[in-house]
C-alpha cells in the first residue's frame, strides 16, 4: 500500500508506525531511543497527522483535511497538503518551515531537511508538483519547482533550486540546480548529509571556462606553429628610420623655400 493507506488501515497501523520509527532511527544518530523519537521527532508528528488528514480527503471530508493539515502546521513548522501522495519510512530532519503541495508524489525512503518546498508553478488543476523517486535526500533550504521528476536515489544539494528533470542516482547543486558528481559515481548511492557532496565540488561553470582556456592555448600554440614555418617577409631597401625620413623631408622643404627667396 502506498500513501495515506498503509499508516491509518486497520490493524497495521501500529506494526507501520514502527516502521516509519525504525527508518528515523536508522538515519539520525542523535535519535537514541524509539520513545524518544515518537514524543520529540515533528517530523513523524507531521507524517502521522498527513496519513490521517489524508484519509479524511479520500472519505470526502476536505474541510476536515485542511483543519487536520493546519493544526500539524501549527504544532510541527511542516505544511503538507492532505493531496499529497507519501510512501513508507518518509523522514523529515528537523522539519521547520517544510511545505509539500497539493500533488507533490514522494516515493519510499526519502529524506527532507528543513526548509524544502516542493512547489508548483501553475494555476491549473493538474499534476502541478514534484515526483521524488524511493531514496532521494533533500538538502536544507532547497527549492523543487514544477510538475518535474526526481530520479530514484538522486541528491539534492542544500539550497539548490531546482527547476527541471533529474536523473537517477545524480547529485545537484546551485540555482539552478546543476550534476555535480557523475550516475556512476558510487558516493552518490551512499548516504549523503544534506544532499550535499562534502569535501571538494567541482563547479560545472569553472570546468566550462577551463575547457575553453584549454582550447585557447591550444589555439596559440598552432598558431606559433604556422607563424615558424612560414618564410620571413623580405625587408625594405632602405634602412633610414623613419624619423630621419622626416627630418630629410624637412629639409628638402627648407632649402626650396631659400631658392624661391
Not at 497495521?12 to 521527532?41: N, Q, T, W
Not at 557532496?197 to 571556462?209: F, H, K, Q, S, T
Request: proline share 6%.
Amino acid at each position: 500500500m502506498r500513501a495515506a493507506d498503509y499508516t491509518t488501515a486497520g490493524d497495521g497501523v501500529f506494526k507501520h508506525l514502527r516502521e516509519e520509527i525504525d527508518g528515523i532511527m536508522a538515519r539520525d544518530p542523535a535519535a537514541r531511543s524509539r520513545f524518544e523519537v515518537a514524543l520529540c521527532y515533528p517530523g513523524l508528528h507531521a507524517i502521522v497527522l498527513h496519513r490521517i488528514a489524508r484519509r479524511a480527503r479520500d472519505a470526502g471530508w476536505h474541510t476536515t483535511a485542511r483543519l487536520i493539515s493546519q493544526i500539524a502546521r501549527s504544532l510541527t513548522g511542516i505544511e503538507i497538503h492532505p493531496g499529497a501522495t507519501i510512501g513508507r519510512r518518509f523522514f523529515i530532519d528537523h522539519g521547520m518551515g517544510v511545505v509539500i503541495g497539493e500533488t507533490a508524489e514522494i516515493g519510499d525512503d526519502v529524506m527532507l531537511y528543513h526548509g524544502v518546498t516542493l512547489g508548483g508553478t501553475s494555476l491549473n488543476q493538474g499534476k502541478r508538483h514534484p515526483t521524488l523517486g524511493d531514496g532521494v535526500i533533500v538538502g536544507a533550504g532547497a527549492k523543487i519547482l514544477g510538475a518535474i521528476t526526481i530520479g530514484r536515489g538522486a541528491r539534492i544539494g542544500a539550497n539548490a533550486v531546482v527547476v527541471a528533470d533529474v536523473p537517477a542516482d545524480t547529485a545537484v547543486v546551485g540555482i539552478p540546480a546543476k550534476p555535480v558528481v557523475p550516475r556512476d559515481r558510487a558516493e552518490t548511492r551512499k548516504f549523503m548529509p544534506y544532499g550535499t557532496p562534502c569535501g571538494e565540488i567541482p563547479d560545472p561553470v569553472a570546468r566550462a571556462l577551463t575547457g575553453l582556456l584549454d582550447q585557447v592555448t591550444a589555439l596559440q600554440a598552432r598558431v606559433g606553429e604556422l607563424e615558424a614555418d612560414r618564410p620571413p617577409a623580405a625587408l625594405p631597401h632602405s634602412t633610414s628610420t623613419p624619423l630621419e625620413t622626416v627630418a630629410s623631408h624637412n629639409g628638402g622643404m627648407h632649402e626650396a623655400q631659400g631658392e624661391s627667396r
